[in-house]
């Protein structure tokens, strides 16, 4: 048996996380993706499926900055989830109910600015989101306000790709609503209410994250039991396998001669993807 | 096209961004103090923003024309290149940009006077002497030209600037604004081919060579000097036959005589590019091809590259006398 190139990495680059501030917000998330609450001790009340968690974290940056860091090493410190904060907000005019994606986001407290990049076409408007240490009443500026999504963008933004971070937020109160009258029926009722929204957001993020799948990582174990490698040799052969892999297709290495050195191994390979034709595939 | 258009403070009321902004009135316009909130951070991905570049509007404050890299030329000393965009509507593996940036997004410097300006001033340096700007290194420089208008607002500059040469670098067939006026004779149209199989692959969004091929004949026929970059030459397996094609069909079907220069030159790459490039995208032949990393460049292993230039140059000066040639030596 030839040593062979892959090994499965168990890394999944599609893995969505949702932060909520409120219960009442992930009422409906839990409701409709059927998550299941995390047995245990956790920080946070937790929900998920494969694939998917639901971080209840609390309202506020620190809150939202914790949960993000616990569930990033709770989920096996992923790179590149996608992450959605949902949540409700409040705009000086926007319709009840209405739901917007964030394409600037800013801290109140210290001029903070994220862009998230929207790579996708989107199913609602988008807004800036100004988050603000105290629930906002007076609405001056023509923004989404809110208390947790620039310490969500800052967080995320440390465990993944700016692009597959996000933030949705349902307009619970305005003008004629003030922020008091809110009650967390209502807050579900909304959230519930952008469900479309969110749903196709997470699909098209999901989609996009999985172009960043890494390549399973190439199996050296059969070599190595087989050849002495230095450390930088160990580093050659694994270059050597990702070529062959890519080079030929993921095709089945043949039988390795019976060499007796490492180098004369390495050398062996590099001649076999010499050899092998170069056709560059036409762009899918 | 375009559905997100950052805009820098002190660029809102620009005319040139008020006219762009009137070609996307259904674009999400978000304001930014400075483009680097944007450009620059850590967290952005090059390939996923490609999906769907934004367009940045912002000024320039500094170094609006630099010397041009040393073998960088078509045949004057003093060389210069400028960029008022940053990124291209195109997406070719082999680019370099896309190991350079953080982002995909197109940046554009909506303060052409100030590049003007420099420009007037280095061509005043040495009267008599050729100068030459190229303006095509960080971008193409037609592909966005119904939005950036760049060659309506630089070639009326250079008509006045006799001894100052432009080269406008292109894949692109947005040649509209150049057949609308009347030919300049400083300004060197130059589009870049690889092989058809070649750019099917690894030339993504571009337009295919033969459409290239057919805007190049057009702006001859009208009078323009046109240059043709044979810039990087790709390997695969039959690229002798390929390229042997290529260059069949590129000079039956343009006036040799009338062409301004043929260049030539290799896949070359910071290293540290390539890391990022690769890693980008892990699954490309490209990258798995015959490469090898000498003096923190990565490029094809000598005996291929010297083959694969030895080769071209004998084909090419099959057609074009050697004054015209210039191999790229960087």
């Not at chain 2, 032949?285 to 090898?292: C, I, K, S, V, W």
């Amino acid at each position: 048996m030839p040593p062979s190139v892959n090994r499965m990495s168990g890394c999944n680059g599609g893995f969505v996380h949702f932060i909520v501030a409120l219960p009442a917000e992930a009422k409906p998330l839990v409701s409709h993706y059927r998550l299941k609450r995390r047995p245990g001790d956790d920080a946070f009340a937790i929900f998920e499926k494969e694939g998917i968690s639901l971080t209840v974290s609390g309202i506020g940056k620190a809150a939202t900055a914790n949960a993000i860091g616990y569930t990033q090493v709770l989920y096996g410190k992923r790179r590149n989830s996608v992450w959605l904060n949902i949540g409700v907000a409040g705009h000086h005019a926007a319709p009840l109910g209405s739901a917007w994606i964030g394409h600037k986001i800013t801290d109140a407290e210290t001029g903070r600015r994220w862009y998230p990049g929207i790579c996708f076409r989107t199913h609602c408007p988008s807004a800036e989101i100004r988050t603000v240490a105290q629930p906002e009443t007076e609405y001056a500026l023509d923004c989404l306000y809110d208390m947790e999504a620039s310490a969500f963008a800052e967080s995320a933004c440390r465990f993944s790709t700016g692009e597959l971070v996000h933030c949705i937020k349902v307009i619970s109160d305005n003008r004629e609503s003030v922020i008091w009258d809110i009650d967390p029926s209502r807050v579900s009722a909304y959230v519930e209410g952008a469900i479309g929204i969110i749903l196709h957001t997470k699909q098209a993020l999901r989609h996009l994250a999985a172009e960043l799948t890494p390549l399973p990582e190439v199996d050296t174990a059969p070599w190595t039991a087989r050849w002495h490698f230095t450390a930088q040799q160990r580093l050659q052969l694994e270059k050597l396998l990702r070529r062959w892999r890519v080079s030929s297709g993921d095709r089945v290495l043949p039988d390795p001669p019976n060499l007796e050195r490492s180098r004369q191994v390495l050398a062996w390979l590099d001649g076999l993807i010499a050899a092998l034709p170069v056709h560059l595939p036409p762009a899918p | 096209m375009i559905d997100t258009i950052y805009v820098e403070q002190s660029v809102r009321g620009h005319p040139r961004v008020r006219q762009i902004l009137g070609r996307f009135p259904a674009a999400r316009v978000i304001g930014c103090e400075r483009y680097g909130e944007v450009f620059n951070p850590k967290a952005q991905n090059f390939r996923l923003q490609k999906h769907r570049p934004a367009l940045i509007l912002a000024e320039k404050f500094k170094n609006f024309v630099l010397p041009a890299p040393a073998g960088y030329g078509i045949g004057a000393m003093r060389n210069y290149y400028f960029s008022h965009l940053l990124n291209c509507l195109y997406d070719c593996r082999y680019c370099f940009l896309q190991g350079m940036y953080q982002s995909a997004n197109y940046l554009l410097f909506v303060n052409y006077e100030d590049f003007h300006d420099e420009i007037r001033r280095l061509a005043a340096e040495s009267p008599g002497e050729q100068t030459h700007f190229f303006s095509g290194y960080d971008c193409d420089s037609l592909a966005l030209e119904p939005v950036s208008r760049f060659a309506e607002s630089f070639l009326s500059l250079f008509r006045d600037l006799p001894d100052a040469w432009i080269e406008l670098r292109t894949k692109s067939t947005q040649i509209r604004t150049l057949l609308a006026m009347q030919p300049v004779p400083n300004v060197v149209v130059a589009f870049s081919f690889t092989p058809e199989a070649t750019a099917a692959a690894v030339e993504d969004k571009t337009p295919a060579p033969a459409k290239r091929l057919a805007a190049a004949r057009r702006l001859q026929d009208r009078g323009w000097s046109v240059g043709l970059r044979f810039d990087p030459v790709i390997f695969q397996t039959d690229w002798q036959t390929q390229y042997r094609a290529l260059f069949e069909q590129v000079f039956s079907q343009l006036e040799v005589a009338r062409l301004h220069s043929v260049s030539l030159g290799a896949f070359r790459l910071p290293e540290a590019f390539f890391r990022r490039m690769s890693s980008l995208y892990p699954e490309e032949r490209l990258f798995a091809g015959p490469l090898d990393s000498q003096q923190g460049m990565v490029s094809y292993r000598r005996e291929l590259e010297q083959a694969l230039l030895d080769f071209c140059r004998t084909e090419i000066l099959k057609y074009v006398p050697g004054e015209k040639f210039f191999p790229c030596r960087t």
